[in-house]
Protein backbone atom coordinates (compact mmCIF):
# COMPACT_ATOMS: atom_id res chain seq x y z
CA UNK A 1 0.00 0.00 0.00
CA UNK A 2 1.28 3.73 -1.27
CA UNK A 3 1.11 6.37 1.42
CA UNK A 4 1.33 9.90 -0.03
CA UNK A 5 2.43 12.31 2.79
CA UNK A 6 0.91 15.73 2.08
CA UNK A 7 2.71 17.95 4.48
CA UNK A 8 0.75 20.98 5.58
CA UNK A 9 2.87 23.75 4.71
CA UNK A 10 2.97 25.20 8.30
CA UNK A 11 4.47 21.92 9.59
CA UNK A 12 5.70 19.14 7.80
CA UNK A 13 5.88 16.49 11.15
CA UNK A 14 1.74 16.42 10.88
CA UNK A 15 1.78 15.50 6.95
CA UNK A 16 4.43 12.39 8.10
CA UNK A 17 1.52 11.70 11.00
CA UNK A 18 -1.12 11.18 8.95
CA UNK A 19 0.84 9.00 6.88
CA UNK A 20 1.76 6.80 9.84
CA UNK A 21 -2.17 6.39 11.06
CA UNK A 22 -3.53 5.81 7.57
CA UNK A 23 -0.89 2.91 7.34
CA UNK A 24 -1.62 1.15 10.89
CA UNK A 25 -5.57 1.91 9.75
CA UNK A 26 -5.07 -0.06 6.80
CA UNK A 27 -3.22 -2.66 8.68
CA UNK A 28 -5.46 -3.15 10.96
CA UNK A 29 -8.14 -3.94 9.02
CA UNK A 30 -6.28 -5.69 6.57
CA UNK A 31 -8.67 -9.38 5.80
CA UNK A 32 -4.97 -11.10 5.33
CA UNK A 33 -4.04 -9.98 8.69
CA UNK A 34 -7.56 -11.56 10.47
CA UNK A 35 -7.52 -14.32 9.14
CA UNK A 36 -4.37 -14.62 10.45
CA UNK A 37 -5.12 -14.19 14.17
CA UNK A 38 -8.51 -16.28 13.76
CA UNK A 39 -6.35 -19.18 12.59
CA UNK A 40 -4.15 -18.87 15.31
CA UNK A 41 -5.07 -21.18 18.84
CA UNK A 42 -5.66 -19.14 21.47
CA UNK A 43 -4.52 -21.86 23.81
CA UNK A 44 -3.02 -25.70 23.97
CA UNK A 45 -5.17 -28.15 24.05
CA UNK A 46 -5.87 -29.78 27.33
CA UNK A 47 -4.43 -33.27 28.22
CA UNK A 48 -6.85 -35.96 29.09
CA UNK A 49 -8.18 -35.74 32.64
CA UNK A 50 -7.06 -38.23 35.35
CA UNK A 51 -9.90 -40.00 37.07
CA UNK A 52 -10.36 -39.83 40.37
CA UNK A 53 -10.37 -43.03 41.82
CA UNK A 54 -6.49 -43.62 40.32
CA UNK A 55 -5.73 -40.31 42.29
CA UNK A 56 -7.75 -41.44 45.68
CA UNK A 57 -5.91 -45.10 44.91
CA UNK A 58 -2.44 -42.95 44.75
CA UNK A 59 -3.19 -41.54 48.02
CA UNK A 60 -3.86 -44.32 49.91
CA UNK A 61 -1.04 -46.28 48.18
CA UNK A 62 1.12 -43.21 49.66
CA UNK A 63 -0.48 -43.31 53.17
CA UNK A 64 0.11 -47.30 53.19
CA UNK A 65 3.50 -47.22 52.58
CA UNK A 66 4.21 -44.05 54.86
CA UNK A 67 2.31 -45.70 57.95
CA UNK A 68 4.33 -49.15 57.18
CA UNK A 69 7.57 -47.12 57.61
CA UNK A 70 6.95 -45.77 60.50
CA UNK A 71 5.32 -48.60 62.19
CA UNK A 72 6.89 -50.93 65.02
CA UNK A 73 6.98 -54.51 64.55
CA UNK A 74 5.29 -55.60 67.67
CA UNK A 75 5.05 -59.51 66.61
CA UNK A 76 7.97 -60.41 69.02
CA UNK A 77 6.12 -63.64 70.93
CA UNK A 78 6.43 -62.53 74.66
CA UNK A 79 5.43 -66.08 75.90
CA UNK A 80 7.19 -67.51 73.25
CA UNK A 81 10.31 -65.94 74.85
CA UNK A 82 9.18 -67.30 78.06
CA UNK A 83 9.03 -70.92 76.25
CA UNK A 84 12.81 -70.38 74.75
CA UNK A 85 14.15 -69.23 77.91
CA UNK A 86 12.99 -72.53 80.03
CA UNK A 87 14.22 -75.04 77.59
CA UNK A 88 17.52 -73.23 77.44
CA UNK A 89 17.50 -73.23 81.49
CA UNK A 90 16.89 -77.15 80.60
CA UNK A 91 19.53 -77.08 77.91
CA UNK A 92 22.30 -75.40 80.38
CA UNK A 93 21.65 -78.46 82.98
CA UNK A 94 21.67 -81.04 80.06
CA UNK A 95 25.53 -79.94 78.93
CA UNK A 96 26.90 -79.29 82.13
CA UNK A 97 26.48 -83.31 82.58
CA UNK A 98 28.18 -83.75 79.31
CA UNK A 99 31.63 -85.51 79.50
CA UNK A 100 33.26 -84.70 75.57
CA UNK A 101 32.80 -81.27 73.88
CA UNK A 102 30.92 -83.30 70.75
CA UNK A 103 28.09 -83.67 73.16
CA UNK A 104 27.74 -80.48 74.50
CA UNK A 105 27.90 -78.99 71.31
CA UNK A 106 25.12 -81.35 69.90
CA UNK A 107 23.01 -80.19 73.42
CA UNK A 108 22.90 -76.93 72.75
CA UNK A 109 22.37 -76.81 68.83
CA UNK A 110 19.35 -79.30 69.43
CA UNK A 111 18.31 -76.33 71.50
CA UNK A 112 18.59 -73.58 68.88
CA UNK A 113 16.14 -75.99 67.14
CA UNK A 114 13.91 -75.94 69.76
CA UNK A 115 14.51 -72.60 70.43
CA UNK A 116 13.50 -71.72 66.34
CA UNK A 117 10.70 -74.11 66.67
CA UNK A 118 9.01 -72.13 69.33
CA UNK A 119 9.85 -68.78 67.91
CA UNK A 120 8.23 -68.84 64.70
CA UNK A 121 4.97 -69.97 64.87
CA UNK A 122 4.26 -67.87 68.55
CA UNK A 123 5.96 -64.96 65.94
CA UNK A 124 3.72 -65.71 62.96
CA UNK A 125 0.18 -66.50 65.59
CA UNK A 126 0.81 -62.54 67.26
CA UNK A 127 1.03 -61.21 63.76
CA UNK A 128 -1.79 -62.85 62.43
CA UNK A 129 -3.68 -61.92 65.44
CA UNK A 130 -2.16 -57.84 65.42
CA UNK A 131 -3.12 -58.15 61.30
CA UNK A 132 0.21 -57.51 60.07
CA UNK A 133 2.77 -60.03 58.38
CA UNK A 134 6.41 -60.98 59.02
CA UNK A 135 7.21 -60.62 55.34
CA UNK A 136 6.08 -57.04 54.67
CA UNK A 137 6.50 -53.70 56.10
CA UNK A 138 8.31 -53.32 59.51
CA UNK A 139 8.17 -57.18 59.92
CA UNK A 140 10.63 -57.83 56.56
CA UNK A 141 12.97 -55.25 58.05
CA UNK A 142 13.25 -56.99 61.54
CA UNK A 143 13.61 -60.09 59.38
CA UNK A 144 16.44 -59.14 56.94
CA UNK A 145 18.10 -57.28 60.25
CA UNK A 146 17.98 -60.34 62.65
CA UNK A 147 18.87 -62.54 59.97
CA UNK A 148 22.69 -62.01 58.98
CA UNK A 149 24.15 -62.04 62.78
CA UNK A 150 22.33 -65.86 63.04
CA UNK A 151 23.65 -67.29 59.65
CA UNK A 152 26.86 -65.88 60.53
CA UNK A 153 26.75 -67.35 64.22
CA UNK A 154 26.07 -70.52 62.63
CA UNK A 155 29.39 -70.38 60.22
CA UNK A 156 31.39 -69.39 63.03
CA UNK A 157 30.11 -72.27 65.44
CA UNK A 158 31.54 -74.67 62.27
CA UNK A 159 34.93 -73.24 62.10
CA UNK A 160 35.55 -72.94 65.80
CA UNK A 161 34.33 -76.20 66.57
CA UNK A 162 36.96 -77.98 63.73
CA UNK A 163 39.39 -75.46 65.05
CA UNK A 164 38.57 -76.92 68.80
CA UNK A 165 37.93 -73.79 70.30
CA UNK A 166 34.52 -75.05 71.88
CA UNK A 167 35.35 -72.93 74.99
CA UNK A 168 34.92 -69.71 73.12
CA UNK A 169 31.65 -70.17 71.22
CA UNK A 170 29.21 -69.09 74.73
CA UNK A 171 30.47 -65.54 73.96
CA UNK A 172 30.29 -65.87 70.35
CA UNK A 173 26.80 -67.34 70.42
CA UNK A 174 25.75 -64.58 72.99
CA UNK A 175 27.71 -61.99 71.21
CA UNK A 176 25.88 -62.36 67.79
CA UNK A 177 22.18 -63.42 68.90
CA UNK A 178 22.42 -59.85 71.01
CA UNK A 179 24.03 -58.65 67.55
CA UNK A 180 20.93 -59.77 66.19
CA UNK A 181 18.31 -58.46 68.39
CA UNK A 182 19.42 -55.27 68.67
CA UNK A 183 19.23 -54.62 64.91
CA UNK A 184 16.52 -56.22 64.46
CA UNK A 185 15.24 -54.82 67.67
CA UNK A 186 15.72 -51.19 65.75
CA UNK A 187 11.87 -51.80 63.78
CA UNK A 188 10.53 -53.31 67.13
CA UNK A 189 9.58 -51.89 70.49
CA UNK A 190 11.86 -50.65 72.97
CA UNK A 191 12.38 -53.41 75.08
CA UNK A 192 13.79 -55.34 72.52
CA UNK A 193 16.76 -53.52 71.25
CA UNK A 194 17.62 -53.50 75.03
CA UNK A 195 17.28 -56.93 75.92
CA UNK A 196 20.16 -57.81 72.96
CA UNK A 197 22.10 -54.64 74.38
CA UNK A 198 22.08 -57.28 77.77
CA UNK A 199 23.41 -60.17 75.35
CA UNK A 200 25.79 -58.60 73.93
CA UNK A 201 26.88 -57.89 77.73
CA UNK A 202 26.87 -61.38 78.97
CA UNK A 203 28.84 -62.16 75.37
CA UNK A 204 31.71 -59.40 76.18
CA UNK A 205 31.97 -60.90 80.12
CA UNK A 206 31.70 -64.79 78.64
CA UNK A 207 35.17 -63.65 76.45
CA UNK A 208 37.15 -63.00 79.85
CA UNK A 209 35.76 -65.73 82.00
CA UNK A 210 37.02 -69.16 82.86
CA UNK A 211 35.87 -71.11 79.58
CA UNK A 212 33.74 -73.71 83.12
CA UNK A 213 31.61 -70.43 83.13
CA UNK A 214 30.19 -71.08 79.88
CA UNK A 215 26.96 -72.60 80.59
CA UNK A 216 26.23 -70.25 83.31
CA UNK A 217 26.22 -67.38 80.58
CA UNK A 218 24.31 -69.64 78.48
CA UNK A 219 21.62 -69.93 81.26
CA UNK A 220 22.34 -65.91 82.14
CA UNK A 221 21.75 -65.29 78.59
CA UNK A 222 19.80 -67.63 76.86
CA UNK A 223 17.70 -68.09 79.91
CA UNK A 224 17.27 -66.09 82.51
CA UNK A 225 17.48 -62.87 79.56
CA UNK A 226 14.49 -64.58 77.44
CA UNK A 227 11.90 -65.11 80.31
CA UNK A 228 12.49 -61.66 82.12
CA UNK A 229 12.07 -59.70 79.02
CA UNK A 230 9.86 -62.22 77.37
CA UNK A 231 7.24 -61.67 80.27
CA UNK A 232 7.69 -58.38 80.35
CA UNK A 233 6.95 -58.04 76.12
CA UNK A 234 3.97 -60.32 76.84
CA UNK A 235 2.54 -58.50 79.43
CA UNK A 236 2.97 -54.87 77.63
CA UNK A 237 2.00 -55.64 73.96
CA UNK A 238 -0.15 -57.94 73.64
CA UNK A 239 1.50 -61.66 73.97
Not at 59 to 74: P, Q, S, V, W
Not at 77 to 105: C, D, E, F, K, Y
Not at 199 to 228: D, K, R, T
Request: net charge positive; charged share 10%; hydrophobic share 55%.
Amino acid sequence: MECVARPVPQSPVIGILLCDIKYLTALSFSPTLLLVRSSSPLRAPSSEPIPIDARAADHLRYIRETMERAAEFTAVPGWGGVAMGITALAAAWLASRQATPQSWVIVWLAEAFVAVAIAAPAAATKARRADSSLFTGPGRKFVLSFAPPILVGGLLTVALYQLGAVSALPAMWLLLYGTAIVTGGAFSVRAVPIMGLCLMALGVAALFAPPQWGNLFMAGGFGLVQIGFGSWIALRHGG
